[in-house]
Every structure is written in structure tokens, then in C-alpha cells.
T-cell receptor, first 109, second 113 residues
Framework: GQSLEQPSEVTAVEGAIVQINCTYQTSGFYGLSWYQQHDGGAPTFLSYNALDGLEETGRFSSFLSRSDSYGYLLLQELQMKDSASYFCAGRDGGFKTIFGAGTRLFVKA | EADIYQTPRYLVIGTGKKITLECSQTMGHDKMYWYQQDPGMELHLIHYSYGVNSTEKGDLSSESTVSRIRTEHFPLTLESARPSHTSQYLC????????????FGPGTRLTVL
């Protein structure tokens, strides 16, 4: 089986940097993905890590350590529009992708 | 740009009615999914499909059924709607491959009175 743990909510101020952690337990592993979802909207794909290290896409970066079964999403230069829920997701050796419960990010002015 | 569509976007219906939520994608993806999500809560996988004529139940027990007669189409049917079915239903698709990046439709917000 597989499970992913992430904090339920995080608060940060505009312009700051915030890190959202995700730890996973899985019988197999095919990489860690991150999705963003604004209230009332649908999840949208942000990033994917198959190998250890940092992947950077603009203000967003994602990190993976397979030895620690751990990853994080890093958001820099926070903007109010970054207020959303962020889900980590992992695919096990089977077919299904499993989503974490999501972290609600509140960005304050 | 992902092309996955859901209709209707909003639906208010009485208890006991039969409803079908439509989902179509134009990306030729083999895999399709249905999730149920209450506001601010986690995604619950209720059905998925590997491809045509292949459907499986997800982790969340659901009284709905699905069919996959065409690659692009994956409708979800509730035979008898109940107030407990009130939720948002999200359809997604992904191609075969290592990443399994899922593209989500805009969702159907269902209210059963």
C-alpha cells in the first residue's frame, strides 16, 4: 500500500519563501508529483520528481530524497494568488496514483 | 493545454433521480479517473479505467457506476441520487508513462436535495 503525509495548513507572508513537506510510505515508488488547487477549481499539475534532487520551475521548486522517503515543494517570492491547496502525489508499483490529503497555504499581506 | 471537459458544471437534483455526469478528453489518454472531493478536503478516487472496456472501483466506496466504451468518454452514473452524494466530482485523465501526470476537468458540483 501507499500513504502520503503532509501538513494540513501553512501560513506565510507575501514575498516570503514557504516549504510544504511530504513524507510517503509505499511498497514501490515511481516518483513524487505536486498539484495546486485553488478554491472552487480543479487540481493542476506543478512538478514531478523521479530522481533525488531539486527540480525548478520558475518560483516553484520541488525536491525529492528517496532514501528518506521525503519530498517538499518550495514556493519563493510568495504572492497572494499562491493561496491554494497543494497536494503531493505518488505512484506505487501498480496503476494508481495516490494523493496526500493536501496542504492549505494561506498567504498574508 | 489539457483538453478535458465535464458537463454539467453544476447540478441540483432531487433525491431518487438517476443522473449521469459526462467526461470527455481529446488527448487520446488511455487512463481516466473519477474523484469525489468535498470543499477543502482530500481527493477520493471512486473509479478508474486503464482503457476501453476496462473499469475498476477506487478506494472510496461509491454507489455510482462507470463505463468506458470509447477512449475519450468516461461517464459516471448515479442510479438513485441521495443527499449524501452532494459533492464535487472531478474527472481526470493521464497517458501511459512513468509520471502519470493527471489532467483534471473543471468538475461537476452536485447538490442532491
Amino acid at each position: 500500500g501507499q500513504s502520503l503525509e503532509q501538513p494540513s495548513e501553512v501560513t506565510a507572508v507575501e514575498g516570503a519563501i514557504v516549504q510544504i513537506n511530504c513524507t510517503y510510505q509505499t511498497s514501490g515508488f515511481y516518483g513524487l508529483s505536486w498539484y495546486q488547487q485553488h478554491d472552487g477549481g480543479a487540481p493542476t499539475f506543478l512538478s514531478y520528481n523521479a530522481l533525488d534532487g531539486l527540480e525548478e520551475t520558475g518560483r516553484f521548486s520541488s525536491f525529492l530524497s528517496r532514501s528518506d522517503s521525503y519530498g517538499y515543494l518550495l514556493l519563493q517570492e510568495l504572492q497572494m494568488k499562491d493561496s491554494a491547496s497543494y497536494f503531493c502525489a505518488g505512484r506505487d508499483g501498480g496503476f494508481k496514483t495516490i494523493f496526500g490529503a493536501g496542504t492549505r497555504l494561506f498567504v498574508k499581506a | 493545454e489539457a483538453d478535458i471537459y465535464q458537463t454539467p458544471r453544476y447540478l441540483v437534483i432531487g433525491t431518487g433521480k438517476k443522473i449521469t455526469l459526462e467526461c470527455s478528453q481529446t488527448m487520446g489518454h488511455d487512463k481516466m479517473y473519477w474523484y469525489q472531493q468535498d470543499p477543502g478536503m482530500e481527493l477520493h478516487l471512486i473509479h478508474y479505467s486503464y482503457g476501453v472496456n476496462s473499469t475498476e472501483k477506487g478506494d472510496l466506496s461509491s454507489e455510482s457506476t462507470v463505463s468506458r466504451i470509447r477512449t475519450e468518454h468516461f461517464p459516471l452514473t448515479l442510479e438513485s441520487a441521495r443527499p449524501s452524494h452532494t459533492s464535487q466530482y472531478l474527472c481526470a485523465s493521464s497517458s501511459s508513462g512513468r509520471t502519470d501526470t493527471q489532467y483534471f476537468g473543471p468538475g461537476t458540483r452536485l447538490t442532491v436535495l
